[in-house]
């Protein structure tokens, strides 16, 4: 609020710092329309920031959706073009009354083979069983 209230006070005294310099006739180097023609850019610029500001907010308060809606939205938007991409995250996704849900891909046969391989630990491996008697 502090920081809102100081940046409108900065640009009100600029805007009253630029009025008296073209009313009073102050910038005496300035050619003769010189600072009426900074203040008119001056408010023109002004304005239209305060126009695209405002409009954006009212645009922005229409969207009543909650952030996780706009993410599950774009997530949707995501997943359903770039189905390569989302089998390389492990999982599947599909889409049931237009959500996305994510389950575990089933694995390829390489990669069950490679899963169920015995791996290198480091131990010694089992003594063998003796035959029985």
């Known amino acids: 609020m502090l920081l809102t209230t100081s940046l409108v006070a900065l640009i009100i005294a ?12 102050l910038d005496t180097d300035a050619g003769l ?3 009426r023609n900074v203040f008119i850019m001056y408010a023109v610029g002004l304005t239209v ?4 500001y405002s409009i954006s ?10 952030e996780y809606d706009i993410l599950e ?4 938007d995501y ?4 189905p390569a991409i989302v089998q390389n995250w492990g999982v599947k996704a599909e889409v049931f009354s ?23 630990t480091g131990a010694p491996p089992p003594a063998p069983s003796s035959p029985p008697v």
Request: a negative charge.
């Open 79 to 82: 997943v359903l073009p770039n």
């Open 14 to 25: 600029l805007g009253i710092y630029l009025g008296f310099t073209w009313t009073r006739g």
């Open 57 to 66: 907010g009212l645009i922005q308060d229409g969207d009543t959706r909650t």
């Open 49 to 52: 920031c305060i126009l695209v």
């Open 98 to 120: 237009g959500k996305v849900f994510f389950r575990p891909a089933t694995p390829t046969p390489r990669a069950a083979a490679e899963a169920s391989a015995p791996t290198d």
């Open 33 to 35: 329309h010189d600072s």
């Open 73 to 76: 939205d774009h997530l949707h």
